[in-house]
């Protein structure tokens, strides 16, 4: 069964302070990982899309790379708009286009 | 272009009620999923629907159903709630294959 594993739970930045969250994935023929924002009482809002080990797609202050076995979320610089919960996910190939979600890291950036 | 649109934001039911929830995806988009996030938790996978079929089903009881209509709308029926269906349910809608869902804001339903 694919499994996806977010590190940390939550992180707390000052702003300017940069940093990067992992997610590490288990599932039988990648066939893309998801990132996504979600802000509180929201739905989660699509980021990126990898698809290969190597890839790199930036928006901003946000970076997403993508190895065989985990990707990073890079934030750089991070501003107070950047807390929000960060979201990454997998397509699983049973099940239509079914994503299975880690539990996310929550991150606060403190003025 | 409108995203997806969710019905009713906010819902109190008692045990044993029953609920619908209901989505309007983004216009051209065929496949409609539901989810069900619970507080500090990653979304779970309840059902797929492409062009009204099911084409996918997460691991939840036969308590929870839906389906999706001509014009792709979708509703979500949970019968006999339990205070652990409290929770938020999202629905999303995507092209097909494995390309990005589009989440609505969702629906968040308090059991008491």
């Known amino acids: 069964e694919d499994q996806v594993t977010q590190s940390p739970e939550a992180l707390r930045l000052q702003e300017g302070e940069s940093s990067s969250l992992n997610c590490s994935y288990t599932v039988s023929g990648l066939r893309g990982l998801f990132w996504y924002r979600q802000d509180p009482g929201k739905g989660p809002e699509f980021l990126f899309t990898?698809?290969?080990a190597g890839e790199e797609k930036e928006k901003e202050r946000l970076k997403a790379t993508l190895t065989k076995k985990e990707s990073f979320l890079h934030i750089t610089a991070p501003k107070p708009e950047d807390s929000a919960t960060y979201l990454c996910?997998?397509?699983?190939?049973?099940?239509?286009?079914?994503?299975?979600f880690g539990g996310g890291t929550r991150v606060l950036v403190k003025p | 272009d409108a995203g997806v649109t969710q019905s009713p934001t906010h819902l109190i039911k008692t045990r044993g009620q029953h609920v619908t929830l209901r989505c309007s995806p983004i216009?051209?988009?065929?496949?409609v999923s539901w989810y069900q996030q619970v507080l500090g938790q990653g979304p779970q996978f309840i059902f797929q629907y492409y062009e009204k079929e099911e084409r996918g089903r997460g691991n939840f009881p036969d308590r929870f159903s839906a389906r999706q209509f001509p014009n792709y709308s979708s509703e979500l029926n949970v019968n006999a709630l339990l205070l652990g269906d409290s929770a938020l349910y999202l629905c999303?809608?995507?092209?097909?294959?494995?390309?990005?869902?589009?989440f609505g804001n969702g629906t968040r339903l308090t059991v008491t």
């Open positions: 996910a997998v397509p699983t190939l049973a099940a239509g286009n079914k994503l299975t």
């Open positions: 990898l698809y290969s």
């Open positions: 216009s051209g988009h065929k496949s």
């Open positions: 999303a809608s995507s092209l097909p294959r494995e390309t990005p869902l589009h």
